[in-house]
DNA sequence: TTTAGGG
DNA sequence: CCCTAAA
């Protein structure tokens, strides 16, 4: 059966031979199914998990000691533990719930001997390959094996569990001295076979981590993920002993223009990854089993503090995590945590890749978006972002209040940030570029004079404005009124508009780099959200307390009913030729077939996708082009569409009248001339 | 899960 | 795109 799968899907480029298709009840599907892929991953969602790992913190936070200091980053924490282990161990209750530590919990998972079923899907995706930041030759190998020890327990762990997704976590771990340790750690927790190396090598550098390829100027001139610097080749250097080079991440301008990180999985036809699945059953959860019950958000205050929030790092998994503790607190967050969950959930960025935050302090620049970027001699830009932060958050809290509820406060206005979306800004010599239709040639950013004047910004979409929208589609933010919570209007000042308050504006300035050589920074990440100091920029302007503390509820009544909708994703010109193609030769009622043949690549591409594009395309075809809105989809095309449409209408009318046995494709020549005949369809012949 | 349609 | 009834 799996090699019949494999015959009938995969290979690309057969013909599919048409299969008459009878109702539903009648005939019998093969039971298989291809788990999609789910590599999507989003800037925004980067934030997302980290807020949620703050979530994390601030949820362990009650019982944690005042003392211990509010300045000492989650993620430190997690490291310390991390690094005080020489082995996997099971953890006790307390630890777990301190869930300060990913590997704590991956390792609590594993390592809890009666987890049941659950538990052990969850492990699934505890495979990790961790990159961890590392600056310092302490070296690595905490566990006496050399480099090539470990790749060859990194071979093992892909050999045995290779249909599970990877995670890649790049963590910045700080030892007691203040340096940062740069390294990998493979880390694996399934059935109490936990396994955990820690890997340094120049050659895994993170230095290379974060760079980010755009392969064509004219992705970032059609409104694509740009706001995705996190898509990027993982470790080009490490060589699984596996002819599958599935394992790399990168870039991918495919045909339908999206920038896709491959996961790093050996069984390149894994379909659907846990992620996803739970990511949809997370979804639907969400949405209509506890949004409605969720409480409001009022009860807490906000305002100034010097607290920053925390850097952490969050795996889509403490995401879950989070959410079936949920109840269980009396944080309440539930959109927020929706949002958060969801968007980590949804794939993560370099498949479950997590950004690390390096602690407060420690890199100076960690206030900005610091990238390096050149010009390759093939006319494309390359450049990496070294992180991201995200702009000011304003907190108040009674000073009887507990350090854990100063946590959660914060964590709540992280989420309240996070929720309302992001989008990045570009800047070129500090003017915004808002046209996301122009090349990057015709902006600039090619030229090697303003690669230097080249900066990004992070910043919070309009509440107008869906966020996954935004995200998918900037220029719909860019062209957008501030962000303006309706209860928090932004003070208008001068012609600043007031984006402009809320946004962090992240120049490159002194960190592009035309070398194409990477650069070794010691602070390298993919991300920084740390709070910088105390000149952060106004994520919330501070009218008065009052508007501080509504924006939370405001963001929740807003749009209560949403969970978090799918990023907008436009079907491409190219993406629609395949469409027409496969439907003219599949016909409309196949589109898992359809989605299999043309899309099983486009994992952001459900059936119903292609369905409801088909949908429009027929609608799109039928109106005059002067109501078309969007990309425009050539005229020959549209008529293919009408055409197929027309002919496949009929034929199923036919089919399911008395032609049930009839096989017949639209390009077939042997198509009886009586049914190609009915009606005012013509026969049509696909070339 | 997949289809088919309404929202 | 989302949500669902049906199959």
Not at 374 to 379: E, G, P, R, T, Y
Request: proline content about 6%; charged content about 30%; aromatic content about 6%.
């Amino acid at each position: 059966m799996v090699l019949k799968r494999k015959v009938d899907y995969g290979f690309r480029g057969f013909q599919v031979p048409f299969v008459p298709r009878f109702p539903r009840s009648v005939r019998r599907r093969s039971a298989s199914k291809k788990p999609a892929k789910d590599g999507r991953a989003y800037a925004f969602e980067i934030l997302a998990s980290v807020a949620g790992k703050l979530l994390l913190e601030g949820e362990s936070s009650a019982s944690s000691n005042a003392s211990e200091g509010n300045h000492q980053p989650a993620i430190s924490q997690g490291v310390v533990e991390k690094g005080s282990q020489d082995k996997v161990r099971p953890l006790k209750a307390e630890e777990i719930h301190r869930g300060s530590s990913v590997e704590s919990i991956f390792i609590s998972e594993a390592g809890t001997p009666k987890s049941g079923q659950k538990r052990l899907e969850h492990a699934e995706t505890d495979c990790v390959l961790e990159c961890i930041s590392n600056n310092n030759n302490n070296n690595f190998d905490c566990w006496g094996k050399d480099e090539t020890d470990v790749k060859s327990e990194i071979f093992k762990l892909e050999s045995k569990f290779g249909h599970h997704s990877h995670r890649l976590l790049e963590v910045p771990e700080e030892s007691s001295d203040g340096n940062v340790k740069n390294g990998f750690r493979v880390e694996h927790g399934a059935n109490g076979s936990g396994f955990k190396k820690s890997y340094l090598d120049n050659k895994f550098s993170v230095k290379d981590q974060l760079e980010l390829c755009v392969n064509s100027p004219a992705l970032i001139g059609t409104k694509n993920n740009v706001n995705s610097p996190y898509y990027r080749k993982l470790f080009p250097n490490i060589s699984f002993p596996r002819n599958g080079n599935d394992i790399k991440l990168g870039f991918r301008d495919d045909d339908e223009k999206l920038l896709r990180c491959k996961k790093i999985c050996t069984k390149p036809k894994a379909f659907r990854s846990p992620q996803l699945i739970a990511r949809r059953k997370l979804r639907k959860m969400l949405a209509y089993k506890y949004w409605k019950a969720a409480p409001k958000l009022k009860d807490y205050e906000y305002s100034r503090s010097e607290e920053g929030v925390k850097p952490l790092y969050h795996t889509r998994k403490i995401g879950y995590r989070f959410e079936r503790t949920q109840h269980n607190t009396l944080f309440k967050r539930r959109k927020f945590f929706d949002r958060g969950s969801v968007l980590t959930s949804d794939g993560g960025f370099s498949s479950d890749s997590v950004s690390n935050l390096p602690k407060k302090g420690i890199d100076r620049d960690s206030h900005r978006l610091s990238s390096k970027l050149h010009v390759s001699k093939d006319s494309h830009v390359k450049f990496s972002i070294k992180s991201f932060k995200i702009p000011e958050l304003y907190i108040d809290v009674p000073e009887t209040a507990t350090v854990g509820s100063l946590k959660r406060t914060v964590m709540e206005a992280v989420m309240t940030l996070l929720g309302s979306g992001m989008h990045v800004g570009v800047l070129v010599q500090g003017k915004k570029v808002r046209d996301d239709n122009r090349t990057l040639l015709q902006t600039g950013i090619c030229r090697k004079e303003k690669l230097n004047k080249l900066g990004f910004t992070l910043e919070p979409n309009s509440i107008q404005d869906s966020p996954a929208d935004c995200l998918g589609d900037p220029s719909q933010c860019e062209t957008s009124q501030p962000i303006r919570s309706p209860e928090t209007p932004v003070q208008e000042s001068g012609t600043t508009h007031g984006l402009q308050d809320l946004s962090l504006p992240i120049s490159t300035e002194n960190f592009v780099e035309s070398n194409p050589e990477r650069t070794t920074s010691p602070t390298d990440t993919i991300a920084d959200i740390t709070t910088p100091d105390s000149r952060v920029l106004v994520a919330v302007p501070p009218r008065s307390p009052e508007t501080l503390a509504t924006v939370p509820v405001s963001q929740k009544t807003k749009r209560p009913e949403l969970v978090q909708r799918r990023t907008r994703r436009p079907f491409s010109v190219s993406e629609v030729e395949a469409l027409v193609e496969a439907v003219e030769e599949l016909g409309t009622g196949r589109w898992r077939d359809v989605k299999l043949r043309a899309f099983e690549n486009a994992d952001h591409r459900t059936y119903v996708d292609l369905k409801d594009k088909w949908k429009t395309l027929v609608h799109t075809a039928k109106i005059s082009p002067q109501q078309r809105r969007g990309e425009p989809v050539p005229q020959d095309l549209l008529n293919r569409v009408l055409t197929a449409h027309a002919y496949w209408c009929h034929h199923q009318a036919k089919q399911h009248g008395h032609g049930k046995n009839r096989a017949l494709t639209m390009k077939t020549p042997e198509a009886s001339a009586e049914e190609l005949s009915v009606g005012a369809v013509q026969p049509l012949v696909i070339m």
